[in-house]
Protein backbone atom coordinates (compact mmCIF):
# COMPACT_ATOMS: atom_id res chain seq x y z
CA UNK A 1 0.00 0.00 0.00
CA UNK A 2 1.75 3.26 -0.93
CA UNK A 3 -0.97 5.29 0.76
CA UNK A 4 -1.77 6.20 3.72
CA UNK A 5 -4.33 7.91 5.76
CA UNK A 6 -2.59 9.71 8.98
CA UNK A 7 -5.70 10.85 10.84
CA UNK A 8 -5.32 9.72 14.47
CA UNK A 9 -9.05 9.78 14.97
CA UNK A 10 -9.21 7.44 11.79
CA UNK A 11 -6.79 5.16 13.09
CA UNK A 12 -8.27 5.02 17.28
CA UNK A 13 -11.37 4.08 15.66
CA UNK A 14 -9.92 1.00 13.94
CA UNK A 15 -8.31 0.39 17.67
CA UNK A 16 -11.24 0.49 18.94
CA UNK A 17 -12.92 -2.10 15.93
CA UNK A 18 -9.97 -4.28 16.76
CA UNK A 19 -10.23 -4.19 20.54
CA UNK A 20 -13.95 -5.00 19.99
CA UNK A 21 -14.11 -7.58 17.74
CA UNK A 22 -10.99 -9.52 19.35
CA UNK A 23 -12.78 -9.05 22.81
CA UNK A 24 -16.13 -10.67 21.43
CA UNK A 25 -14.04 -13.32 19.43
CA UNK A 26 -11.95 -14.59 22.08
CA UNK A 27 -14.49 -14.57 24.79
CA UNK A 28 -17.16 -16.81 23.41
CA UNK A 29 -14.56 -19.18 21.55
CA UNK A 30 -11.70 -18.97 23.20
CA UNK A 31 -9.22 -20.30 20.96
CA UNK A 32 -6.06 -20.17 22.81
CA UNK A 33 -7.18 -20.83 26.18
CA UNK A 34 -4.56 -23.48 28.28
CA UNK A 35 -4.75 -25.34 31.49
CA UNK A 36 -8.18 -24.80 33.47
CA UNK A 37 -9.31 -20.97 33.47
CA UNK A 38 -12.65 -19.92 35.18
CA UNK A 39 -15.23 -17.16 33.71
CA UNK A 40 -13.53 -14.77 36.08
CA UNK A 41 -9.88 -15.13 34.77
CA UNK A 42 -10.92 -15.73 31.00
CA UNK A 43 -13.16 -12.36 31.37
CA UNK A 44 -9.58 -11.04 32.35
CA UNK A 45 -7.58 -12.21 29.68
CA UNK A 46 -10.33 -11.08 27.02
CA UNK A 47 -10.40 -8.06 28.42
CA UNK A 48 -7.18 -7.51 28.97
CA UNK A 49 -5.51 -8.71 25.90
CA UNK A 50 -8.08 -6.41 23.71
CA UNK A 51 -7.20 -3.00 25.79
CA UNK A 52 -3.24 -3.60 25.04
CA UNK A 53 -4.26 -4.14 21.39
CA UNK A 54 -6.25 -1.03 20.99
CA UNK A 55 -3.68 0.96 23.10
CA UNK A 56 -0.50 -1.21 21.03
CA UNK A 57 -2.47 0.02 17.60
CA UNK A 58 -3.00 3.31 18.90
CA UNK A 59 0.92 4.20 19.71
CA UNK A 60 1.82 2.90 16.78
CA UNK A 61 -0.26 5.07 14.45
CA UNK A 62 0.98 8.10 16.65
CA UNK A 63 4.24 6.78 15.10
CA UNK A 64 3.24 6.83 12.01
CA UNK A 65 2.11 9.72 11.50
CA UNK A 66 5.28 10.75 13.02
CA UNK A 67 6.99 9.37 10.26
CA UNK A 68 4.52 10.10 7.57
CA UNK A 69 4.80 13.88 8.51
CA UNK A 70 8.30 13.66 8.10
CA UNK A 71 8.37 12.11 4.81
CA UNK A 72 5.09 13.45 3.22
CA UNK A 73 5.05 10.03 1.13
CA UNK A 74 3.82 6.39 2.43
CA UNK A 75 5.37 2.88 0.79
CA UNK A 76 4.87 -0.42 1.01
CA UNK A 77 8.24 -1.01 2.88
CA UNK A 78 6.74 1.79 5.82
CA UNK A 79 3.11 -0.39 5.79
CA UNK A 80 4.94 -3.46 6.64
CA UNK A 81 7.12 -1.59 9.74
CA UNK A 82 4.02 -0.19 11.14
CA UNK A 83 2.14 -3.71 11.07
CA UNK A 84 5.63 -5.30 12.69
CA UNK A 85 5.48 -2.01 15.22
CA UNK A 86 1.99 -3.12 16.28
CA UNK A 87 3.03 -7.03 16.51
CA UNK A 88 6.09 -6.42 18.96
CA UNK A 89 4.10 -3.47 20.83
CA UNK A 90 1.12 -6.13 21.42
CA UNK A 91 3.60 -9.06 21.93
CA UNK A 92 5.33 -7.58 24.83
CA UNK A 93 2.56 -5.81 26.37
CA UNK A 94 0.50 -8.78 26.62
CA UNK A 95 3.26 -10.90 27.85
CA UNK A 96 3.78 -8.66 30.79
CA UNK A 97 0.03 -8.41 31.61
CA UNK A 98 0.32 -12.21 31.08
CA UNK A 99 2.53 -13.12 33.22
CA UNK A 100 1.57 -10.74 35.78
CA UNK A 101 -0.71 -11.79 38.92
CA UNK A 102 -3.86 -10.68 37.63
CA UNK A 103 -3.29 -14.07 35.09
CA UNK A 104 -0.07 -15.61 36.27
CA UNK A 105 0.79 -17.89 32.98
CA UNK A 106 3.46 -20.27 32.91
CA UNK A 107 4.26 -19.92 29.01
CA UNK A 108 7.78 -18.37 28.78
CA UNK A 109 8.22 -15.60 26.06
CA UNK A 110 9.14 -18.03 22.97
CA UNK A 111 5.99 -20.48 23.71
CA UNK A 112 3.84 -17.53 24.63
CA UNK A 113 4.98 -15.70 21.27
CA UNK A 114 4.47 -19.06 18.94
CA UNK A 115 1.52 -20.46 21.07
CA UNK A 116 -0.70 -17.30 21.59
CA UNK A 117 0.86 -14.56 19.24
CA UNK A 118 1.63 -15.83 15.89
CA UNK A 119 -1.87 -17.58 16.22
CA UNK A 120 -3.46 -13.97 16.89
CA UNK A 121 -1.79 -12.59 14.28
CA UNK A 122 -2.86 -14.72 11.67
CA UNK A 123 -6.68 -13.99 12.67
CA UNK A 124 -6.34 -10.10 13.31
CA UNK A 125 -4.23 -9.36 10.03
CA UNK A 126 -6.58 -9.39 7.35
CA UNK A 127 -9.09 -7.53 9.78
CA UNK A 128 -6.18 -4.81 9.68
CA UNK A 129 -5.18 -4.95 6.30
CA UNK A 130 -8.82 -4.23 5.03
CA UNK A 131 -9.76 -1.74 7.82
CA UNK A 132 -6.56 0.31 6.62
CA UNK A 133 -7.46 0.23 3.10
CA UNK A 134 -11.04 1.39 3.65
CA UNK A 135 -9.62 4.24 6.06
CA UNK A 136 -7.88 5.60 2.78
CA UNK A 137 -11.53 5.80 1.53
CA UNK A 138 -11.97 8.69 4.38
CA UNK A 139 -9.05 11.28 3.32
CA UNK A 140 -11.27 14.23 2.89
CA UNK A 141 -10.09 15.44 -0.68
CA UNK A 142 -6.81 18.24 -1.23
CA UNK A 143 -8.34 21.34 -1.61
CA UNK A 144 -6.13 23.07 -4.75
CA UNK A 145 -5.46 26.98 -4.42
CA UNK A 146 -4.22 29.41 -7.18
CA UNK A 147 -2.98 32.29 -6.99
CA UNK A 148 -3.06 34.76 -9.63
CA UNK A 149 -1.15 37.54 -9.70
CA UNK A 150 -0.84 41.07 -12.20
CA UNK A 151 1.48 43.96 -12.48
CA UNK A 152 -0.43 45.94 -10.19
CA UNK A 153 -0.02 45.37 -6.89
CA UNK A 154 -3.84 44.98 -5.92
CA UNK A 155 -4.02 43.03 -9.11
CA UNK A 156 -4.25 39.60 -6.86
CA UNK A 157 -7.11 36.66 -6.93
CA UNK A 158 -7.10 33.57 -4.63
CA UNK A 159 -9.33 30.82 -5.88
CA UNK A 160 -9.48 26.87 -5.92
CA UNK A 161 -8.30 25.66 -8.88
CA UNK A 162 -11.94 24.09 -9.63
CA UNK A 163 -13.71 27.36 -9.51
CA UNK A 164 -11.69 29.36 -12.50
CA UNK A 165 -13.98 28.66 -15.23
CA UNK A 166 -11.55 30.63 -18.48
CA UNK A 167 -9.81 33.38 -18.48
CA UNK A 168 -10.08 35.85 -21.87
CA UNK A 169 -7.94 38.38 -23.29
CA UNK A 170 -8.88 42.46 -22.56
CA UNK A 171 -6.72 44.11 -24.51
CA UNK A 172 -3.38 44.79 -21.92
CA UNK A 173 -5.61 42.70 -19.38
CA UNK A 174 -7.12 39.36 -18.87
CA UNK A 175 -10.77 38.61 -17.55
CA UNK A 176 -10.76 35.93 -14.67
CA UNK A 177 -14.29 34.14 -14.89
CA UNK A 178 -14.65 32.12 -11.77
CA UNK A 179 -17.50 30.52 -9.33
CA UNK A 180 -18.17 32.36 -6.45
CA UNK A 181 -21.45 30.63 -4.45
CA UNK A 182 -22.15 28.90 -7.42
CA UNK A 183 -22.42 32.08 -9.90
CA UNK A 184 -20.05 33.37 -12.41
CA UNK A 185 -17.74 36.25 -10.93
CA UNK A 186 -15.48 38.12 -13.41
CA UNK A 187 -12.35 40.08 -12.07
CA UNK A 188 -9.88 42.01 -14.34
CA UNK A 189 -5.87 41.81 -14.25
CA UNK A 190 -2.74 42.97 -16.19
CA UNK A 191 -1.24 40.51 -17.19
CA UNK A 192 -1.30 38.09 -20.39
CA UNK A 193 -2.33 34.78 -21.25
CA UNK A 194 0.70 33.08 -22.69
CA UNK A 195 1.93 33.97 -19.08
CA UNK A 196 -0.72 32.38 -17.33
CA UNK A 197 -0.64 29.78 -19.84
CA UNK A 198 2.81 29.33 -18.71
CA UNK A 199 1.99 29.08 -14.56
CA UNK A 200 -0.91 27.29 -14.58
CA UNK A 201 -0.27 24.03 -17.03
CA UNK A 202 -3.87 22.53 -16.36
CA UNK A 203 -5.65 25.79 -18.69
CA UNK A 204 -6.04 24.54 -22.39
CA UNK A 205 -5.88 27.58 -24.82
CA UNK A 206 -8.98 26.92 -27.12
CA UNK A 207 -8.87 30.53 -29.07
CA UNK A 208 -6.28 33.19 -28.99
CA UNK A 209 -8.14 35.10 -26.94
CA UNK A 210 -9.00 31.78 -24.51
CA UNK A 211 -7.99 30.17 -21.87
CA UNK A 212 -10.02 27.17 -20.46
CA UNK A 213 -10.02 25.04 -17.32
CA UNK A 214 -10.89 21.80 -18.75
CA UNK A 215 -12.80 20.46 -15.79
CA UNK A 216 -15.49 23.03 -16.82
CA UNK A 217 -16.40 21.72 -20.31
CA UNK A 218 -19.73 20.66 -20.29
CA UNK A 219 -20.62 20.08 -24.07
CA UNK A 220 -20.01 20.44 -27.84
CA UNK A 221 -22.86 23.72 -28.76
CA UNK A 222 -21.84 24.14 -32.42
CA UNK A 223 -18.81 23.01 -34.50
CA UNK A 224 -16.96 25.82 -33.39
CA UNK A 225 -18.73 26.77 -29.89
CA UNK A 226 -18.11 25.04 -26.87
CA UNK A 227 -20.00 25.31 -23.70
CA UNK A 228 -18.73 25.77 -19.99
CA UNK A 229 -19.90 25.85 -16.67
CA UNK A 230 -22.57 29.17 -17.54
CA UNK A 231 -20.40 30.82 -20.24
CA UNK A 232 -20.09 29.35 -23.76
CA UNK A 233 -16.74 30.36 -25.73
CA UNK A 234 -15.84 30.01 -29.58
CA UNK A 235 -13.19 27.19 -30.45
CA UNK A 236 -10.88 28.92 -33.11
CA UNK A 237 -9.76 25.96 -36.17
CA UNK A 238 -6.33 26.07 -35.08
CA UNK A 239 -7.04 24.66 -31.80
CA UNK A 240 -9.19 22.24 -32.44
CA UNK A 241 -6.89 19.78 -33.31
CA UNK A 242 -5.09 20.17 -29.59
CA UNK A 243 -8.33 19.53 -28.06
CA UNK A 244 -8.94 15.85 -28.84
CA UNK A 245 -10.59 15.21 -25.16
CA UNK A 246 -13.14 17.64 -25.57
Known sequence: MNKLNPSLKHHT????LLGVWGFLFAFFTRP????VMD?????LVSVGFNVLAFLSYVAMAWIQKLVYDKRSSWNAGLEISAFFLFYLLFTLTTYVYYKSPII?????????FLKICVNTFLLITPILFIARRYSLKLIPPKVEYITIKGENKLDILKIKQTE????SNAQNYVEIFFLENNQIKTKLIRTSLKKLQAEFGFLLQIHRSHLINPDHFKSWKDANTISLTQIDLPVSKNYKKRLPSL
Open 13 to 16: LIGV
Open 32 to 35: FEHG
Open 39 to 43: LRKWI
Open 104 to 112: NGFYDLAEF
Open 164 to 167: LVCI
